[in-house]
């Protein structure tokens, strides 16, 4: 089955369409995970490693029910050399057998021939000695399309060959997205309008059974203007949506990011979940999965009318 109609499949089981983001932060992970991994592994990097493991378990043992997909930002992992990394991969590992669709958020790219050397590596496989092999067990990535067309080709190309996906930054949360992204071409239309299209003729060849394209876009919550513009302009292409609670977007935002189908979009959290404020006497996996059921229920509210 290709990635787009898996990440749908997944979508209509647990009627959610909650993307939750496993972005550990160490000085943020509770003490209650890191005591027993200290006592017996001591203050070590492979300890730590450990610590981001136990703690990425809980999160997921509690948003199961609730979330069809995690995305990993790799930053949180790669900042701590190879066992950071062990730690990613192990995490894709548990979350591969509960049965969750896996995003990578590497936002890669480079001159093709290192594309293609980063889209073997995270999506494909690798000539190890010989043998053609996975090194990580994914769905799909984020790349950035800032090199062009040529960049991008590689990953969609390793994609397709292994049914992977892919998801395009578009128009960014952040708050300087704007600088460059919002710039008036002299056609009239918006630096991220001109990218759409180029994406979209992109993506066309390349849809699912359900008719949505496997190249997804990255539209920030923050944006929900630019967001109306672009449902109208693609129809068939899912957004990957963060910026929702950290960042400061809302349910009642999200509105025009669907479409009347209901489907077209993955709302990513990740602090607002991972990390959410605990009641009194809660855990924090308690805590996460109150905040992912809640988060779920309300964006379910202004999606097609489910609930
Ligand atoms: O590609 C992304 O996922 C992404 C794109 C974007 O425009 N904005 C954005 O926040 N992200 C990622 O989405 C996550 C947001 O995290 P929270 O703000 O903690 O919910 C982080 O992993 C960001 O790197």
Same mark, same amino acid.
């Given at each position: 089955?290709?990635?787009?109609?898996?990440?749908?499949?997944?979508?209509?089981?647990?009627?959610?369409?909650?993307?939750?983001?496993?972005?550990?932060?160490?000085?943020? =992970?509770?003490?209650?995970?890191?005591?027993? =991994?200290?006592?017996?592994?001591?203050?070590?990097?492979?300890?730590? /490693?450990?610590?981001?493991?136990?703690?990425?378990?809980?999160?997921?043992?509690?948003?199961?029910?609730?979330?069809?997909?995690?995305?990993?930002?790799?930053?949180?992992?790669?900042?701590?050399?190879?066992?950071?990394?062990?730690?990613?991969?192990?995490?894709?590992?548990?979350? *591969?057998?509960?049965?969750?669709?896996?995003?990578?958020?590497?936002? *890669?790219?480079?001159?093709?021939?290192?594309?293609?050397?980063?889209?073997?590596?995270?999506?494909?496989?690798?000539?190890?000695?010989?043998?053609?092999?996975?090194?990580?067990?994914?769905?799909?990535?984020?790349?950035?399309?800032?090199?062009?067309?040529?960049?991008?080709?590689?990953?969609?190309?390793?994609?397709?060959?292994?049914?992977?996906?892919?998801?395009?930054?578009?128009?960014?949360?952040?708050?300087?997205?704007?600088?460059?992204?919002?710039?008036?071409?002299?056609?009239?239309?918006?630096?991220?309008?001109?990218?759409?299209?180029?994406?979209?003729?992109?993506?066309?060849?390349?849809?699912?059974?359900?008719?949505?394209?496997?190249?997804?876009?990255?539209?920030?919550?923050?944006?929900?203007?630019?967001?109306?513009?672009? *449902?109208?302009?693609?129809? *068939?292409?899912?957004?990957?949506?963060?910026?929702?609670?950290?960042?400061?977007?809302?349910?009642?935002?999200?509105?025009?990011?669907?479409?009347?189908?209901?489907?077209?979009?993955?709302?990513?959290?990740?602090?607002?979940?991972?990390?959410?404020?605990?009641?009194?006497?809660?855990?924090?996996?308690?805590? /996460?999965?109150?905040?992912?059921?809640?988060?779920?229920?309300?964006?379910?509210?202004?999606?097609?009318?489910?609930?």
């Amino acid at each position: 089955m290709q990635a787009i109609d898996r990440l749908i499949a997944k979508i209509e089981e647990k009627n959610s369409c909650v993307c939750v983001g496993l972005d550990p932060r160490f000085e943020r =992970i509770p003490e209650e995970v890191k005591k027993p =991994i200290k006592e017996k592994m001591g203050e070590t990097l492979e300890g730590l /490693a450990q610590v981001l493991i136990n703690f990425n378990y809980g999160i997921l043992e509690a948003v199961e029910p609730y979330a069809p997909v995690v995305k990993f930002q790799i930053s949180f992992y790669e900042q701590y050399g190879p066992a950071g990394l062990k730690a990613l991969i192990e995490s894709c590992k548990i979350s *591969r057998e509960m049965g969750f669709e896996i995003i990578l958020d590497a936002k *890669r790219n480079d001159i093709s021939s290192t594309a293609k050397a980063y889209a073997d590596g995270y999506l494909g496989k690798v000539n190890l000695w010989g043998r053609e092999e996975f090194i990580y067990d994914l769905d799909s990535m984020t790349v950035n399309p800032y090199l062009g067309k040529d960049g991008l080709e590689p990953f969609i190309e390793v994609a397709q060959k292994y049914d992977k996906g892919v998801w395009v930054l578009l128009k960014t949360s952040n708050p300087s997205s704007g600088d460059l992204q919002d710039l008036t071409l002299a056609s009239g239309e918006k630096v991220y309008e001109r990218l759409a299209l180029q994406l979209q003729e992109l993506g066309t060849n390349w849809c699912g059974e359900s008719g949505y394209s496997n190249l997804g876009m990255v539209v920030g919550a923050t944006y929900p203007e630019a967001a109306a513009r672009l *449902r109208k302009m693609l129809p *068939r292409t899912f957004f990957l949506i963060p910026g929702y609670g950290a960042q400061g977007a809302v349910a009642a935002e999200l509105e025009h990011f669907f479409n009347p189908d209901g489907l077209g979009g993955i709302v990513n959290s990740s602090r607002g979940i991972i990390f959410a404020r605990k009641k009194d006497g809660e855990d924090y996996k308690s805590a /996460a999965r109150r905040a992912v059921l809640k988060m779920k229920q309300k964006i379910n509210t202004i999606r097609g009318g489910r609930t």
